[in-house]
């Protein structure tokens, strides 16, 4: 018998799960592809990614006018290379960038390889602690303070679904450059009860996962296009640095398919999908002990809970109903919808939910703190810096006055509490140790910082 425990584990959980949570296929439901014969590489006929005149070009070029951007380009590395290929493309060592803080890590990694300033900007909160947009007001407090900026790295949507005002932020950068991370906006394109995407809102480059929100294997993901402003020669040489050179046919291939067939079948998808979406979240409204929480990408599913953690919601879900659920916070869950759900499996989601609801009228409210953790921040050190330079674990009583040397951060909100070249204050220490046991970069009593 095979001693194979990884290939073992992830047959035994798609056969036995059904997943609410990335890749959008939802293990290959509706998907009938034999995928080894994708499997190709730069072979006469199939063209180069790097250096595309052929099949992969019309292919791109097909994208490109399906999501009505000027240039796309495939990503193999998800939205991770696109993004850092994006910063390494619009910025110079040394250029400042204004930077949500709400912001991947790959943008951190980003301003290591670039040497890139951040200039902070920390998104608005909703429903208790959930991330939400970028208020315009703030990207322009920051282009009066540093007029100099080249530009602006936001998330919209978030991973809670909740969008920007990306068309009102891009009027106030004038021609400076506006990156989107849609990386869980691909979808918006099947119907207009989703958000509009930024590449229709003004922004410069826009970078998608269509292994998130669409039925694309993982690390599917395109790089999109959208003004002058931006040269196509450009992304491709700085993807070349962060990409591999052996880019996978298959993602390829199975991201030219699914436009194509969401193209061909666009009415049945709104017919199908997105009236059984409607009729889910329908269903959820009239929970009474847990709350389907509002926002703008209804295919998220975000469900508050008030009686219970989210942790132990995932926890009965999973281990009562097999259901797999995207993330868990102390009080919601995420579940992601695709196409490639169908009606008898929201209705069980809504039977299993509404179990649980009924379930939870014994309970009692959890009386939770909310208090978001507000703190003045100054960076003593670039990015780029505190990554070359020699780093030491030290109590974090007696951190004060040195420099973070990885972010620190909160779930919920999923906003660090400290970045990575920041100085230490005492009221960052006092914020850490009251939430210790909600942050991530933490190490028992200790953190990491910078040697002086």
Not at 68 to 87: D, E, M, P, R, V
Not at 246 to 264: A, N
Not at 388 to 404: L, Q, R
């Amino acid at each position: 018998m095979l001693n194979t425990p990884l290939f073992d584990a992830l047959m035994n959980y798609s056969n036995n799960k059904y997943p609410y949570h990335m890749p959008g296929h939802k293990f290959g439901n509706n998907v009938d592809l034999d995928l080894m014969k994708l499997d190709a590489t730069e072979a006469t006929g199939l063209d180069n990614l790097y250096d595309a005149d052929g099949i992969i070009a019309q292919a791109m070029e097909l994208m490109a006018k399906f999501y009505k951007s000027k240039h796309c380009i495939f990503l193999t590395n998800g939205s991770t290379a696109g993004i850092i290929a994006a910063i390494l493309t619009v910025c110079k060592p040394g250029d400042k960038l204004i930077v949500a803080r709400n912001c991947h890590y790959s943008v951190w990694n980003a301003m290591i390889l670039a040497d890139v300033v951040p200039i902070y900007v920390s998104p608005e909160y909703v429903n208790n602690c959930v991330i939400g947009c970028i208020k315009a007001h703030e990207i322009e407090i920051a282009l009066m303070e540093y007029p100099e900026v080249k530009g602006a790295i936001i998330v919209s949507p978030t991973y809670e679904g909740i969008i920007s005002d990306v068309k009102s932020i891009k009027k106030l950068l004038g021609n400076k450059v506006l990156i989107v991370d849609e990386a869980h906006g691909s979808h918006f394109i099947l119907s207009d009860i989703f958000p509009s995407s930024s590449i229709t809102q003004g922004a410069d480059l826009v970078i998608q996962s269509m292994h998130k929100t669409l039925p694309a294997i993982t690390q599917s993901a395109l790089i999109h296009i959208c003004s002058d402003t931006i040269d196509y020669t450009d992304v491709i040489r700085s993807l070349k640095l962060v990409q591999t050179s052996s880019p996978s046919y298959i993602m390829m291939g199975m991201m030219d398919y699914i436009r194509g067939y969401i193209e061909d079948n666009l009415g049945l998808i709104q017919s199908t999908y997105v009236v059984s979406l409607l009729r889910l979240r329908k269903q959820l409204h009239e929970l009474d002990n847990l709350v389907l929480l509002q926002n703008d990408d209804i295919s998220k599913i975000v469900i508050g809970t008030i009686k219970i953690t989210g942790y132990k919601l995932m926890e009965w879900l999973e281990q009562s109903y097999n259901l797999g659920v995207e993330a868990a916070f102390p009080s919601y869950v995420i579940l992601i919808t695709t196409m490639a759900d169908t009606i008898d499996r929201f209705d069980f989601l809504a039977d299993a939910l509404t179990e649980i609801d009924v379930k939870l009228t014994k309970f009692t409210d959890i009386e939770e703190e909310h208090e978001l953790p507000n703190a003045t921040h100054t960076i003593g050190m670039s990015v780029r810096e505190v990554y070359f330079k020699e780093h030491c674990e030290i109590n974090i009583e007696d951190a004060a006055n040195y420099v973070c040397a990885q972010n620190i951060m909160l779930y919920p909100p999923g906003v660090p509490l400290v970045c990575i070249g920041e100085v230490i204050t005492a009221r960052h220490i006092e914020l850490i140790l009251k939430y210790k046991d909600k942050l991530k970069g933490v190490r028992g009593q200790n953190i990491l910082v910078v040697v002086v």
